[in-house]
């Protein structure tokens, strides 16, 4: 169980009790202790925008940010219905699954399609930004049906359609990306600075790392005053197991989720200080005397590599890919007691250790428990027979990882430090530096899902470090009418703007929250409402001693 405090943060009153509010259309006014802030690049200059701060315990500050709405709201948004679009007989790809992008001649020809249907059908060609890695341009042409003023008439086109033979979604414009968008945005910023922070900056991912709880319950159960989720997590039962951090997860200074190769991680230490963001691999090895073996994996289910970044012999790729799940069918994976109740099941066998790392049981099929503060390591195909030969009975296996970082150097946690997964990286040395390629979120076989991921607004959790050292933590609403999102370009934007020096994207979408005393404060993009997570950021108080 992960650092669970006894008692609960007292509640604040309502959020703008303690507050400085300001409406100025260029530049947000702010306490007179903190410097001049200039407003958020969202929209056109001449929005409204508002900050409200709020105190939540010394060195702790919390600052929404409403920007754009009212008077000010955008009547060139409307909600209109996006069509798949087939392969198309003039399509390089004709058999090809219906996409939301697809090149020029399949979207025009979906167009003439529809038009002859009776339906108000055009193309658009969809261009997005060159990042640091990633040239930008033409990622393809989508197809849109009809210009509706709320959700219910996109939603009974989108009807109309399906019986027509077609499918689609009902989508708001104002999700799009463009600029000249008018809003609205609501963004919540929390800050942490460690010249006046005596609470602690911790990494929770529950009772074990094989199972989702909410960031609330995560922050309940700590007694946190503030929490945010945090790292990519295996959702898919079919990609592992669901909770499962999908790249590194260190905690208390113990890696128990191995990287995905060469991205970065979000580094933090109990007291607030020296937060920074860096790049990771790591090496891992099982060794009885003067024979070992790599490691693959530490707790995952073998075979399964979620955002890939793997090993050599993983399929499609060794490389990093945003929401995909590579495979290999010969692995040797270690699991600790943080994994669960029990290790995954299945083909292979498993050497259990007991606490003193000695080999206790040689199980095949593997899967099951642990003994108390002990330890296995599972091998499935051609790694059965080198595990096999390795282990026996009696024998004492020694398990090493070590965390490297960009430069090859080791990374040597300490108990009182975190890592969470992240990417892409957003700000680097208080410059924009938005990575995509480089950490798997290009697809080169598969732009809609850029389109949909990266270059379209969506909710989304940023972190990062500021020039005075203060740990910045940032959630944006998105997927409503009532908040926009924010593009990946829109998030580093953002980041900068706020003055951080070092920045990076956590997990967003439905998993984007923000909790204060144990109340979710933002607006979860869910159907279903707050979503369960794989891990969470807490904000916690001072420990009293007595």
């Not at 802030?37 to 001449?46: E, S, T, Y």
């Not at 754009?68 to 948004?77: I, V």
Request: glycine share 12%; net charge negative; hydrophobic share 35%.
């Amino acid at each position: 169980m992960k650092k669970r405090l006894c008692g609960a943060a007292a509640v604040l009153g309502t959020l703008g009790v303690l507050a400085t509010t300001g409406s100025l259309p260029a530049q947000a006014s702010t306490p007179a202790a903190q410097p001049t802030r200039h407003a958020l690049p969202l929209g056109p200059a001449d929005l409204t925008e508002t900050r409200t701060t709020t105190p939540l315990q010394p060195g702790v500050t919390l600052t929404r940010i409403v920007r754009g709405g009212g008077e000010t709201t955008d009547s060139a948004l409307h909600w209109t219905v996006e069509v798949s679009i087939p392969g198309g007989e003039s399509s390089p790809d004709p058999d090809a699954p219906p996409t939301v992008l697809k090149d020029r001649s399949s979207a025009e020809e979906l167009t003439a399609e529809l038009r002859t249907k009776g339906f108000q059908a055009r193309a658009e060609q969809v261009s997005t930004p060159r990042t640091a890695d990633y040239a930008g341009g033409t990622l393809g042409w989508r197809v849109r049906v009809g210009t509706f003023a709320s959700q219910s008439a996109a939603t009974a086109e989108r009807t109309r359609l399906r019986s027509a033979g077609h499918t689609g979604s009902a989508v708001y414009t104002g999700w799009d990306g463009d600029t000249d968008a008018r809003g609205p945005w609501h963004i919540d910023v929390l800050t942490i600075d460690p010249r006046k922070f005596r609470g602690r900056l911790d990494a929770s991912y529950g009772p074990d790392l094989e199972n989702r709880e909410t960031t609330s319950d995560l922050s309940i159960t700590a007694g946190a005053s503030a929490a945010v989720n945090a790292g990519f997590f295996v959702l898919d039962p079919k990609a592992g197991a669901p909770g499962d951090p999908a790249g590194v997860g260190v905690y208390d200074g113990r890696l128990l989720s191995e990287p995905v190769a060469g991205r970065p991680g979000l580094v933090l230490h109990d007291n607030g200080r020296r937060t920074e963001v860096t790049r990771l691999t790591w090496q891992g090895r099982v060794s009885t005397g003067a024979t070992s073996l790599p490691l693959n994996g530490i707790n995952r289910v073998p075979g399964l590599i979620r955002n890939c970044g793997g090993t050599a012999g993983d399929a499609p790729t060794s490389l990093p890919l945003h929401d995909v799940t590579c495979t290999n069918p010969d692995e040797l994976v270690t699991f600790t007691p943080e994994y669960g109740s029990s290790t995954p099941t299945g083909e292979g066998v498993e050497a259990v250790l007991d606490a003193h790392d000695r080999v206790i049981e040689l199980r095949s099929p593997r899967g099951g428990t642990l003994p108390p503060g002990g330890s296995s390591v599972q091998a499935t195909g051609r790694r059965v027979a080198d595990l096999t030969a390795l282990a026996h009975i009696g024998d004492r296996l020694r398990i090493s990882t070590t965390l490297l970082d960009e430069r090859g150097h080791r990374v040597s946690p300490t108990p009182k430090t975190d890592i969470l997964n992240a990417g892409p990286e957003l700000v680097r040395d208080g410059r924009l530096h938005v990575t995509p390629a480089t950490d798997g979120m290009v697809h080169p076989d598969d732009p809609s899902w850029y389109y949909g991921w990266v270059h379209k607004r969506n909710p989304r959790t940023l972190a990062g470090v500021d020039a005075a050292g203060r740990t910045v933590l940032v959630t944006a609403d998105g997927r409503s009418t009532e908040s926009l999102g924010l593009s990946i370009g829109e998030s580093a934007e953002v980041a900068k703007s706020l003055g951080l020096r070092d920045a990076v994207n956590l997990d967003g979408g439905g998993s984007t929250t923000m909790v204060t005393d144990g109340t979710v404060i933002n607006d979860p993009s869910d159907a279903a409402g707050e979503r369960p997570v794989g891990d969470a950021l807490l904000i916690l108080p001072r420990r009293h001693t007595h």
